[in-house]
């Protein structure tokens, strides 16, 4: 069965300290890996698309990696602003459009 | 910058009830879905649709979920007998191709009482 496992399920950083959010999956076939944020009581906002091992995107303090087994989504120098829940989606296989996504990881920056 | 528009934000209706949420995808995007979250939980898919009909549901998509694009920008999905268990976030989305990204609304809060 496909699955998608966020860790950690909550992150408390000081702003400015760094740090990396997990997303492992097992998958009959990625057809891309999503990130997403999600601010409480909204809808989930569109961060990165990775498609291939090796790919990375970057958007200024995010950087989303892929390998074959899993993501990280790496938050350098946070803000308070960046406290948020981040969640992990897959698509797979190649005949599918559908979304699997993880628990996510909930994220919280402190000044 | 376009967006998904999702109607009403939140509705309370009583069990056994009919209930239609209402979406506007973005408006040249050619993918449309309808994903859950029930409180606490992981966002769940629902069912796409492409061309007028759907590609794909879920094993929660059963007899009393329905969807429909009665013109050419409105997308509805419709319970037609609403459970307590019903009781969830629901989110549209759409995407410009297979295998994009999708954009997802900001949910209707349903609450089934």
């Known amino acids: 069965e496909d699955q998608v496992t966020q860790s950690p399920e909550a992150l408390r950083l000081q702003e400015g300290e760094s740090s990396s959010l997990n997303c492992s999956y097992t998958?009959?076939?990625?057809?891309?890996l999503f990130w997403y944020r999600q601010d409480p009581g909204k809808g989930p906002e569109f961060l990165f698309t990775?498609?291939?091992a090796g790919e990375e995107k970057e958007k200024e303090r995010l950087k989303a990696t892929l390998t074959k087994k899993e993501s990280f989504l790496h938050i350098t120098a946070p803000k308070p602003e960046d406290s948020a829940t981040y969640l992990c989606a897959v698509q797979a296989p190649r005949n599918t459009d559908k979304l699997i996504f993880g628990t996510g990881t909930r994220l919280q920056v402190f000044p | 910058e376009p967006e998904v528009t999702q109607t009403p934000s939140h509705q309370v209706t009583q069990m056994g009830q009919e209930v239609i949420l209402r979406c506007v995808p973005i408006s040249n995007h050619l993918y449309f879905y309808w994903y859950r979250q029930i409180l606490g939980q992981k966002v769940e898919f629902l069912v796409s649709?492409?061309?007028?009909?759907?590609?794909?549901k879920s094993e929660i998509f059963d007899d009393q979920f329905s969807v429909e694009r009665p013109d050419g920008s409105n997308f509805t999905l419709k319970i037609r007998s609403t459970k307590l268990e019903d009781s969830a976030m629901y989110f549209c989305?759409?995407?410009?191709?297979?295998?994009?990204?999708?954009?997802f609304g900001q949910g209707t809060r349903l609450t089934v009482v």
């Open positions: 989305a759409s995407s410009r191709d297979s295998g994009t990204e999708a954009f």
């Open positions: 990775l498609y291939s």
């Open positions: 998958v009959s076939g990625l057809r891309g």
């Open positions: 649709f492409y061309n007028n009909e759907i590609s794909e």
